[in-house]
């Protein structure tokens, strides 16, 4: 898996091999077909529910090869307990572990950067969405208030994650994807 891409497995800490299939990316050129089943897709009409970062976690399997950096995921949980884990890289899981302990470092990070110069600009976050989830990625949206606009940023999950416990915004989750990707594994409500 590619930090780039951030993952649900078939099961619960089955992360999909990054198999060299191409990024997700439409434009790239290993992502041949890609752009027209995206295309084919249907709009869908979200219904948001907010969900809770419960916290980051690596995921332990027996007989790891020593050395080996087991893979990190985020756990979210709406008010019905639904739970959704999303495998990320480990700066993003370190960045999204300071936000969760209100922890700084003697200098920003990079999502700390991201939201002084948003500070900084008069820019506020208003909300996170995690709206989709397309060959096992999860997609997400910054919502940005500037002035009387609104815009949309597309993000990875993670960072948008990470900068919206910096600015104490809601993060939301698409029904659809509460539904497609929630798993009945119980997991402890706090980090390891």
Do not use: C
Request: hydrophobic residues 35%; glycine residues 8%; aromatic residues 6%.
């Amino acid at each position: 898996m590619s930090a780039d891409d951030e993952q649900i497995g078939p099961g619960f800490g089955e992360d999909k091999p990054d198999n060299g299939e191409g990024s997700g990316n439409p434009s790239d050129p290993l992502n041949e077909g890609f752009t027209s089943e995206l295309e084919n897709r249907q709009p869908r009409q979200i219904v948001e529910i907010e969900v809770q970062v419960v916290g980051v976690y690596e995921h332990q399997e027996q007989g790891q090869t020593p050395g080996f950096s087991p893979p990190a995921f985020v756990l979210l949980r709406d008010k019905d307990s639904r739970q959704v884990l999303i495998f990320i890289g480990r700066a993003e899981a370190f960045a999204i572990s300071l936000a969760l302990e209100e922890k700084s470092v003697d200098r920003p990070l990079t999502h700390d950067l991201m939201k002084n110069i948003i500070d900084h600009l008069g820019v506020t976050i208003d909300r996170i969405l995690i709206d989709d989830i397309w060959q096992e990625t999860y997609y997400a949206k910054i919502t940005l208030n500037l002035g009387d606009k609104t815009v949309q940023i597309d993000a990875r999950p993670s960072d948008a994650i990470a900068l919206g416990l910096r600015a104490k915004a809601p993060i939301f989750m698409a029904e659809y994807v509460l539904e497609q990707a929630s798993i009945s594994e119980d997991i402890p409500d706090g980090p390891e």
